[in-house]
């Protein structure tokens, strides 16, 4: 153990505590408010399930339109250290994090035993406030993809005015007006820290052909560019803080540390929410619409334990069928990325010593400086693969300035639930300065399922991905290997002495390099990276307005609506569907519903 290992120890060590004692007071504060103040209204307009990426979203323009809204959240407030881009990783399997597991597979992520860890936003501002903030919107034409399907309304031209929405653009960029907006309440940057190493990787790819511009603009179709992220003077602002938290107190109701166990049917009608808190359960109800915006694993689970569903699934896990919907929990899709790692010289990536730099507390103060890296990932690429035959790119690359050795093993080796067999091929690295190369396959074609563990609510889901089941998709990777060995030998990797490498323990017998060796490779190291989509997908699950077909006054908002994946980080995409969301709900605005709720409280008043 160096030097370096104990300060590591003195930085690192606490922050989990931190995270931990912040969120356990404010749980316990929650509960002594709940014990001494009356309880809020049982009726509101709209009820909003999920105060995440969508959600808050949908309930800030709701509340912003006049509408008294609920807005549900089983987590709490976000702490302070969960606003500093740089701690980013320490956010995942904290309190923060509802920790799901996926199911043992046969074909990915056997480096971790199989299991693919799923963190999931369990606070306000949801996944928003653990990702790495990245602003990517896909290509045109998976949106156009959408709407050749017979999704009306969701093409690209369509959605492209839901980005330029939400959207504060704040740095200089070629066509900004065209395909950015300004003024909006999320801010976009690219300006934020980006470690030395960004430069070269863009170089480059520049050298492979590629321009380096807007990904979200005119290289949609490939090209690299510096990361865009979702933070404001180096502080990530997530979605409640910038689309609801000024409506509370106002026409917005938040209840957090609330678990919502099931919709509440009346005729085939969403009325309420039955919901768990503080060891009681009660039911809200909402005089126009229910809108479930849980995410991808949450939204599917609340349909199925509110007996919407497979008929015959819910009967095998003791829940009654109230409407057959065989399609909820299917269709699952998922980014997968390869760590490719890569040695290079010193002073050119992510330091993990930065916080305790006096210099950088200072930069922090005026917005800037290494905390506002976003966690150490400063480049991201569009690319095509040797077997694309599609015109969108088939590889998304994260270009990273650290590795797993980077933090010598203290939190993203955790994170990943890697095996203690793999940790010595890292430990090797960690006295020099390392990155990783992240190709990611942007539109996997295998599919997995969301089903219900038990009817119990608290429990968590299957979480069955499917990864690598689909042979098209290991092709790709295998040819994304090559693509990525050839931009470690471009002159802009060689001056900066870019070194792949060697061999690793699980794939090392099949001869390093080989065809064998790199699939064993990938079956070993490729994971998720965070974007699972689709369980609850339009034209199946939803009609194109979102509204669970069969059933009135329930919708559903958030990644799980998209019946394809997009070939991008989803939590730009995932604020669009909020915000188109928000618009159809008002378009649908009933009046009549409306008025009975004034006439009742006024024959209240009479009384």
């Given at each position: 153990m160096n030097i370096s290992w104990w300060l590591l120890l003195l930085t690192a060590g606490p922050v989990p505590f931190i995270l931990s004692l912040c969120y356990f007071w404010s749980w316990i504060t929650s509960y002594l408010t709940y014990l001494v103040t009356s309880p809020p209204p049982t009726t509101y307009d709209y009820i909003v399930a999920g105060a995440g990426s969508a959600g808050c979203v949908v309930a800030g323009r709701l509340a912003e339109a006049g509408h008294h809204v609920l807005l549900i959240e089983a987590g709490g407030p976000s702490p302070s250290l969960a606003h500093i881009p740089g701690l980013v990783g320490f956010l995942q399997n904290s309190p923060l994090d509802w920790a799901y597991r996926t199911e043992v597979q046969e074909h990915a992520s056997l480096g971790a035993g199989g299991v693919s860890s799923w963190p999931r936003g369990k606070v306000l501002g949801g996944s928003s406030m653990l990702n790495y903030m990245f602003y990517v919107r896909g290509n045109r034409r998976d949106y156009d993809e959408w709407r050749d399907m017979g999704l009306e309304g969701w093409g690209y031209e369509d959605v492209l005015p839901y980005f330029k929405k939400s959207e504060n653009f704040e740095s200089d960029i070629e066509n900004k007006d065209i395909y950015h907006g300004v003024g909006g309440e999320l801010t976009v940057t690219k300006d934020n820290w980006k470690e030395p190493i960004t430069d070269v990787y863009l170089k480059a790819g520049e050298e492979l052909g590629y321009k380096v511009g807007d990904i979200n603009g005119e290289l949609q179709d490939g090209g690299f560019t510096p990361s865009h992220v979702t933070m404001t003077k180096g502080y990530r602002t997530g979605t409640f803080k910038a689309f609801a938290e000024k409506f509370v107190g106002n026409?917005?109701?938040?209840?957090?540390?609330?678990?919502?166990?099931?919709?509440?049917?009346?005729?085939?009608?969403?009325?309420?929410?039955?919901?768990?808190?503080?060891?009681?359960?009660?039911?809200?109800?909402?005089?126009?619409?229910?809108?479930?915006?849980?995410?991808?694993?949450?939204?599917?689970?609340?349909?199925?334990?509110?007996?919407?569903?497979?008929?015959?699934?819910?009967?095998?896990?003791?829940?009654?069928?109230?409407?057959?919907?065989?399609?909820?929990?299917?269709?699952?899709?998922?980014?997968?990325?390869?760590?490719?790692?890569?040695?290079?010289?010193?002073?050119?990536?992510?330091?993990?010593?930065?916080?305790?730099?006096?210099?950088?507390?200072?930069?922090?103060?005026?917005?800037?400086?290494?905390?506002?890296?976003?966690?150490?990932?400063?480049?991201?690429?569009?690319?095509?693969?040797?077997?694309?035959?599609?015109?969108?790119?088939?590889?998304?690359?994260?270009?990273?300035?650290?590795?797993?050795?980077?933090?010598?093993?203290?939190?993203?080796?955790?994170?990943?639930?890697?095996?203690?067999?793999?940790?010595?091929?890292?430990?090797?690295?960690?006295?020099?300065?390392?990155?990783?190369?992240?190709?990611?396959?942007?539109?996997?074609?295998?599919?997995?399922?969301?089903k219900l563990r038990s009817n119990n609510p608290a429990d968590h889901p299957i979480i069955q991905p499917n990864y690598l089941t689909v042979q098209k998709d290991m092709d790709t990777l295998l040819s994304a290997v090559n693509l990525t060995l050839r931009l470690i030998e471009t002159d802009a990797m060689k001056a900066v002495g870019a070194q792949l490498w060697g061999s690793d323990p699980f794939c090392d017998h099949l001869g390093f390099k080989s065809a064998a060796y790199w699939e064993c490779y990938i079956k070993h190291f490729v994971t998720t990276v965070y974007h699972p989509v689709g369980t609850c997908a339009m034209g199946t699950v939803l009609d194109t307005r979102l509204r669970v077909t069969g059933l009135a006054g329930l919708r559903v908002a958030d990644g799980s609506v998209m019946p394809r994946i997009v070939g991008g980080n989803t939590n730009a995409p995932i604020i669009m569907i909020g915000e188109k969301a928000a618009d159809m709900i008002l378009e649908d605005f009933d009046p009549a519903k409306a008025r009975e709720a004034v006439n009742g409280m006024n024959s209240k008043d009479e009384l």
């Open positions: 026409n917005l109701e938040v209840l957090t540390y609330s678990h919502v166990n099931k919709v509440v049917l009346e005729d085939k009608r969403a009325v309420g929410v039955e919901l768990s808190k503080f060891g009681n359960t009660n039911i809200y109800r909402a005089r126009q619409e229910i809108i479930l915006c849980a995410g991808a694993v949450g939204s599917p689970q609340i349909l199925m334990l509110s007996g919407i569903g497979d008929k015959d699934h819910l009967r095998e896990v003791g829940v009654e069928p109230v409407h057959h919907l065989p399609e909820v929990g299917q269709n699952l899709q998922d980014h997968l990325i390869l760590p490719i790692n890569i040695d290079f010289q010193d002073g050119l990536g992510f330091d993990p010593l930065a916080a305790i730099y006096p210099s950088t507390l200072q930069e922090y103060l005026t917005g800037g400086g290494p905390l506002t890296s976003s966690g150490g990932c400063g480049g991201l690429a569009h690319v095509h693969t040797e077997v694309n035959t599609d015109p969108r790119p088939d590889i998304q690359y994260h270009l990273a300035g650290f590795s797993l050795a980077t933090d010598q093993g203290f939190v993203l080796f955790k994170n990943l639930g890697m095996l203690p067999e793999a940790w010595p091929w890292y430990a090797g690295h960690i006295d020099k300065t390392s990155g990783m190369l992240l190709p990611t396959l942007s539109r996997p074609a295998s599919r997995g399922f969301i």
